[in-house]
């Protein structure tokens, strides 16, 4: 099932290109109050074009959002190759999840703005990642429960203000990864979320990523280095996962920092992925 949050409530495509408004809340709210069933069955308000609609993300507030880093085997490599440019060559990839909470205020939708930051305008990054959404608490999941804790999937655009994040990895105490991921508007998600019984596990998904057309990225998410079950077991060890959080799943090789090609205003970048469509968002000034 694809569902939409629109303008005017929740909504599912019953038919390719139409929209069926429901009656019920928010769509992170019933997903929250674990009613996303409902959804099948609740009484229809309105039927829309699926063009003529205002889309909002999926999940608008999630209560966390999870960052995983170096899930593709792809981008583990530029990611050495990088920091022994930098001097830094005694790092290795990590062994079990690499992951960070960021701000859920950072969250925009589909056909936002990416707006770059005053403080940090000149080495703004895409990612294009998977997001998962928990659609059902707990802690300490076992992998083989873990689809059961998934409402579904989504689309995220991973943003990142490069020069923080570096300053962070060589040691400023003023600076943080999380910081550098956390500004407004740097976590597009949508357009939609399908739900998770459209797919199977392990998730084999074309990725890709382009920037004024410009293919940047393009892999399949059967290259996760940790499939999406070990990451909800991992991360559930360490926080309680609660319905409604988000889990972007890591990004394939291509983002700009590795070609010191970075967003500026008025670029548009696009984040398609194979069975939940494409999200789009173009970059603007402060």
């Not at 589909?110 to 990054?125: C, E, F, N, T, Y």
Request: glycine residues 10%; proline residues 6%.
């Amino acid at each position: 099932m694809r569902l939409y949050n629109t303008d005017e409530g929740p909504a599912r495509e019953d038919e390719p290109g139409v929209l069926t408004v429901v009656d019920l809340p928010d769509l992170g709210d019933v997903i929250r109050d674990g009613g996303l069933d409902r959804i099948e069955s609740a009484p229809a308000v309105d039927k829309l074009p699926l063009a003529d609609a205002t889309l909002f993300a999926p999940i608008r507030r999630p209560g966390k959002v999870i960052i995983i880093g170096l899930n593709y085997s792809s981008h583990g490599e530029e990611a050495l190759a990088l920091f022994a440019a930098m001097g830094m060559r005694d790092i290795q990839l990590p062994t079990v999840p690499n992951f960070f909470i960021v701000a859920a205020s950072a969250v925009t939708g589909p056909g936002s703005a990416i707006r770059l930051p005053h403080m940090a305008a000149q080495q703004v990054d895409y990612e294009g990642e998977v997001a998962v959404v928990i659609g059902r608490d707990g802690a300490d999941i076992s992998a083989a429960d873990a689809w059961n804790h998934v409402a579904g999937l989504t689309i995220a655009n991973d943003v990142s203000a490069r020069d923080i994040q570096q300053r962070a990895m060589t040691g400023d105490p003023t600076a943080t990864i999380a910081t550098a991921k956390s500004f407004d508007t740097f976590k597009p998600l949508g357009p939609c979320m399908v739900t998770a019984d459209e797919f199977g596990e392990p998730l084999d998904l074309r990725i890709r990523t382009r920037v004024n057309n410009e293919l940047r990225q393009d892999d399949r998410t059967g290259s996760f280095i940790h499939g999406i079950p070990d990451l909800i077991a991992y991360l559930s060890r360490y926080h309680t996962l609660q319905a409604g959080d988000v889990i972007c799943t890591g990004t394939p090789a291509g983002a700009g920092l590795f070609s010191n090609r970075f967003l500026s205003p008025g670029d548009v970048v696009e984040v398609e992925v194979e069975g939940i469509g494409a999200l789009t968002n173009q970059v603007a000034s402060a």
